[in-house]
């Protein structure tokens, strides 16, 4: 079945330490994105990349960082200068496509702090 | 920068009766927009979207949606509710004069339906 893996669906990250969200798609998506949900605010952006090896920041992207190195994958890395960064993260993927624009999300992964 | 305004965080309604959720944006050009539902702990879900054409567009579970350029809105309704429809609801717009497809979202509605 074609859709958007997340892992782990739990995570927890000690004072410090980086921890990375991992991202997989085969729906053969150009576009990836990563969301935060805090309750309340809505979805807010922190990356995404329309293309492999490039990628731009969103609207909250201090203290996390990304790479594109497959198409398919788009991991998200949590650092140690995000000071709160317990919430739900969301990927998504979608084509490049106006006709086609809908992106389709993953299950999440819920970070938390020890 | 699109920007999203969704009325009301959270919708009480009884089952059987009218579901309305309020969607307005603020932008000079009608932007592409979209309904997203979310169930607990999981992702999002596209109910419908609005990109060109018909105002009025129908979405997955019987859910539409009316575009109305002079009043800058995308408001959902359902005639008849269900207690499957209790959920979360996002309004999002994306600008269709960028090449990004980046979506911004509302706050989120949250809907319960009571028996």
């Known amino acids: 079945d074609g859709g958007i893996t997340q892992s782990p669906k739990y995570l927890f990250r000690k004072e410090g330490q980086n921890v990375t969200l991992s991202c997989e798609q085969n729906?053969?998506?150009?576009?990836m994105y990563w969301y935060r949900q805090d309750p309340g605010q809505g979805l807010r952006l922190i990356y995404y990349?329309?293309?492999?090896?490039?990628?731009q920041k969103g609207d909250i992207a201090e203290g996390y960082s990304v790479s594109r190195e497959k198409k398919e994958s788009f991991p998200l890395t949590v650092t140690s200068a995000q000071k709160n960064p317990t919430a739900f993260y969301l990927c998504?993927?979608?084509?490049?496509?106006?006709?086609?624009?809908?992106?389709?999300f993953g299950a999440g992964t819920r970070l938390s702090v020890l | 920068a699109q920007s999203v305004t969704q009325l009301g965080s959270h919708v009480s309604v009884s089952e059987g009766a009218l579901v309305l959720l309020r969607c307005n944006y603020s932008?000079?050009?009608?932007?592409?927009l979209f309904w997203y539902v979310q169930y607990p702990n999981q992702g999002l879900q596209l109910l419908l979207k609005?990109?060109?054409?018909?105002?009025l567009v129908k979405g997955i579970n019987g859910f539409e949606a009316e575009f109305k350029k002079s009043e800058t809105s995308f408001h959902l309704t359902k005639p008849s509710a269900h207690m499957s429809d209790a959920a979360e609801y996002f309004c999002?717009?994306?600008?269709?004069?960028?090449?990004?497809?980046?979506?911004?979202f509302g706050a989120g509605t949250t809907v319960t339906v009571r028996a």
């Open positions: 932008s000079s050009v009608p932007p592409y």
């Open positions: 729906l053969n998506h150009d576009a």
């Open positions: 999002a717009v994306s600008d269709r004069r960028a090449s990004d497809y980046k979506l911004s």
């Open positions: 609005y990109t060109t054409g018909a105002t």
């Open positions: 990349s329309q293309i492999v090896n490039d990628f």
């Open positions: 998504a993927s979608s084509p490049i496509d106006v006709a086609k624009n809908i992106q389709y």
